[in-house]
């Protein structure tokens, strides 16, 4: 089974600076994909970016970016010049590429909460 | 909708209480997830379907809980004769993939937190 792991239960960061947000899994899968999910207190978990595994660029959106670095089962997450709206909890989460029915649900970790400071 | 709606958004229910968590996903989306969410922790799947079909139910905890989409939109998740231990947020997810292969994005509710008291 996939398992993802976040080491890093609180981070924070001041407005306008960087900061990196920590993830790795295992499998013992080649294709797959990884995601990082932002929930605010609405609860509602909203998608940041997306990685496929087959792909060796990083993803990029705006402000997000990631370093994705396979072989050592590695998916770290970088905001750029943080805002106060970024603060929220982080979730990391993994994919499966191949289902034996179907599609295949998100393997979340235990998420990193991201506190923004004015 | 514009978007996946969940009723209700806060359920308090007494232990040995039956409940029932409405998920009504984006029209035309054909998959749909239910995710169980303890505090302090992230989502952990609990059965998938595909339309009306329900593909995979490996997550579900115990057999008090059921979940159905008899009409390929709706889904209902039951928990009969609730305990503690179910105090969670329960979250849906719905897409419009069929298949693992494509990488489509889950759009997901706002949950129900329930609280067994």
């Known amino acids: 089974a996939q398992t993802v792991t976040q080491s890093q239960p609180e981070m924070s960061v001041q407005e306008a600076e960087t900061v990196t947000l920590s993830c790795t899994y295992d499998?013992?899968?080649?294709?797959?994909?990884l995601f990082w999910y932002k929930q605010p207190p609405s609860r509602q978990m909203i998608l940041v970016i997306r990685?496929?595994?087959?792909?060796?660029q990083n993803a990029t959106e705006n402000r997000f970016s990631v370093n994705f670095q396979k072989a050592a089962k590695s998916f770290s997450l970088k905001i750029s010049d943080s805002q106060l709206g970024d603060a929220a909890m982080y979730f990391c989460?993994?994919?499966?590429?191949?289902?034996?029915?179907?599609?295949?649900?998100?393997?979340f970790g235990k998420g990193t909460r991201l506190s923004v400071i004015a | 909708g514009a978007g996946v709606s969940q009723s209700p958004r806060y359920k308090v229910a007494k232990r040995g209480q039956d409940v029932a968590l409405r998920c009504d996903p984006i029209?035309?989306?054909?998959?749909l997830f239910w995710y169980q969410q303890a505090l302090g922790q992230g989502p952990e799947f609990l059965t998938y379907?595909?339309?009306?079909?329900?593909?995979?139910k490996s997550g579900l905890p115990s057999d008090r809980f059921f979940a159905e989409r008899p009409e390929g939109s709706v889904s209902t998740l039951k928990i009969q004769r609730t305990q503690q231990e179910d105090s969670a947020v329960y979250l849906c997810?719905?897409?419009?993939?069929?298949?693992?292969?494509?990488?489509?994005?889950?759009?997901f509710g706002q949950g129900t937190r329930l609280t067994v008291v």
């Open positions: 990685q496929e595994a087959y792909k060796q």
């Open positions: 379907f595909q339309n009306e079909a329900q593909l995979d």
């Open positions: 499998t013992s899968e080649s294709d797959y994909y």
């Open positions: 997810a719905s897409s419009f993939v069929v298949m693992a292969g494509l990488n489509t994005e889950a759009f």
């Open positions: 029209s035309g989306h054909v998959s």
């Open positions: 989460a993994y994919r499966s590429a191949k289902g034996n029915s179907g599609n295949t649900p998100l393997v």
